[in-house]
């Protein structure tokens, strides 16, 4: 299956989002969007026209309060697993908390996990227990 970027005019329908950050993260091709109004990093893919529909891997966060969030999850659609999609969520919301000085709980294992396996990035001095 062969995979394409959306078009900001199809993360914008199928993603349903309204605000998306200009500083998105491009990676090998793919996109991580940053909708703050809905506290949270989207990747849209899709198939080939005619080979499939829009799938989206999705990190949420919450404000705990004005400069604490919690990263709660990351969902990342089972076909499209093991190529690295957590991994660009985590470091574009990780990178969201070193940008807005911000500290974070991190609910997520994924994240936990992720911030342990790239230590010489420094997140770890972003996260409270």
């Keep these: 299956m ?22 998105a993260c491009l990676r090998g091709g793919l996109r991580v969007e940053h909708d703050r109004e809905k506290l ?6 899709g198939a080939e026209a005619g ?3 829009m799938q989206s891997a999705v990190l949420r966060y919450k404000f705990m309060n004005e400069k604490q969030v919690d990263l709660m999850s990351t969902h990342v659609p089972e076909s499209l697993r093991g190529i690295g999609i957590a991994a660009l969520l985590s470091k574009a919301a990780l990178d969201f908390l070193a940008e807005d000085d911000l500290k974070a709980h991190i609910s997520c294992w994924y994240i936990k996990k992720y911030i342990e396996d790239n230590p010489k990035n420094g997140y770890e001095e972003r996260v409270v227990n």
């Design 40 to 45: 949270c990093f989207t990747v849209c893919l």
């Design 2 to 23: 062969a995979l394409r970027i959306c078009s900001r005019f199809n993360v914008l329908n199928h993603c349903s989002m309204r605000f998306i950050s200009e500083r």
């Design 51 to 53: 080979q499939g529909s």
